[in-house]
């Protein structure tokens, strides 16, 4: 076991009365059993610290109060039982929080290499993306090569890398986005079609297409009025699987089509998961999805770098929606 000797890490703070955010100083974390210190060069921002900071998405109790849950970066101390690893490894890991942070703890388990000829915020743009995607498109979903995907949100960090895996791995995709622009850079990335949902109704043009009703997998952060127009698309057998609900949580739905159809509807938030099973989500990454990041099939798109001092206006081009990929900060 190596031990860190660093006497300190910057990291961003929550003020509890009004949620804004500053940076703080404390001592650097010493690694325990199966962990990694990694020193910290990227960091991704996610929805769910948006989320976090004012209240709404609390850490779990074994978790660190600090947001971020993706860096990539070089490993500075690693704890016992860890062989895998060395220091000064470069990697990329999803945190069990703490990222925002210029040292982090990562479970081995949780930790990736870093696919050859990606950039640092490349790097971070990945953990949380890939596994949330395979987890849910793949492990729950069970998408399988000749099918037809809709993913709803295709402009988010989760929705390009959820594109272009579903490709790579075989699936005709449908997505949707809020502007043209966006529409024409997924269709780019390999979507058969982009449908802009603010000028578009995607049940409409999925029907004109021929393809309403034949959509065997649908992968959606949106909720709210999507639920009922899901479910009229989606084909018999279909698997529909929700990670968020940004249109809100509430819809009058009839559930008749769930019935007839026969139909799958699941959920899932990847925090709330052990340890164990995003192990087995990292490892089957690895053999199925990293030698497509390796041949650069698939690739993050990552829309501005901000340094850590720039975390506020981090935060606030993600709540605006303007973004497309992701948004990273930079320690």
């Known amino acids: 076991m190596t ?18 955010l500053h940076i703080e100083e404390d001592a650097a974390p010493n690694p325990g059993p199966g962990e ?45 039982g860890v062989d895998s690893w060395k220091v000064g490894d470069k990697i990329c890991a999803l945190t069990h929080g703490g990222g925002y942070a210029s040292y982090a ?12 000829g990606f950039s640092m915020a490349q790097a971070a743009a990945l953990p949380e993306a890939l596994l949330t995607v395979w ?8 998408l ?39 529409c024409r850079a997924l269709e780019a990335m390999g979507a058969s079609r982009a449908i802009n949902y ?42 529909i699987v929700n990670i968020a609900f940004i249109r809100g949580f509430s819809a009058e739905v009839n559930f008749a089509p769930l ?18 099973q995003k192990t087995v989500m990292v490892k ?9 990041l390796e041949s650069g099939a698939i690739h993050p798109v990552v829309q501005q770098v901000f340094p850590l001092e720039e975390v506020e206006q981090a935060h606030e081009l993600m709540k605006s929606g303007q973004h497309m990929g992701k948004i990273v900060l930079s320690m």
């Open 284 to 292: 089957e990454i690895l053999e199925h999805v990293y030698p497509h």
């Open 198 to 239: 603010n000028t578009e109704q995607f049940e409409d043009v999925l029907e004109e297409l021929g393809v309403s009703g034949k959509i065997n997998v649908i992968f959606d952060m949106a909720g709210g009025d999507f639920i009922q127009k899901n479910f009229n698309v989606a084909a018999e057998e279909a698997r």
């Open 105 to 116: 703890l990562a479970p081995v388990g949780q930790c990736l290499p870093i696919p050859t």
């Open 135 to 142: 987890h849910n498109v793949f492990q729950r979903a069970q």
């Open 36 to 80: 990694l210190l990694i020193e910290v060069a990227t960091g991704g921002i996610n929805r769910a610290d948006l989320l976090q900071r004012i209240g709404l998405y609390p850490p779990p109790q074994d978790a660190s109060p600090i947001m971020g849950l993706e860096v990539a970066g070089t490993v500075a101390a690693i704890g016992s």
């Open 144 to 182: 399988q090569a000749g099918e037809n995907i809709l993913i709803h949100g295709g402009a988010s960090g989760i929705g390009t890398v959820a594109i272009m895996t579903c490709v790579a791995l075989g699936a005709t995709v449908y997505t949707t986005a809020g502007s043209d622009e966006k």
């Open 3 to 20: 031990q860190s000797n660093l006497s300190s890490r910057r990291f961003v703070a929550i003020n509890p009365d009004d949620h804004s």
């Open 259 to 276: 019935l007839m159809k026969r139909l799958v509807l699941t959920g899932s938030t990847l925090r709330a998961q052990s340890l164990e």
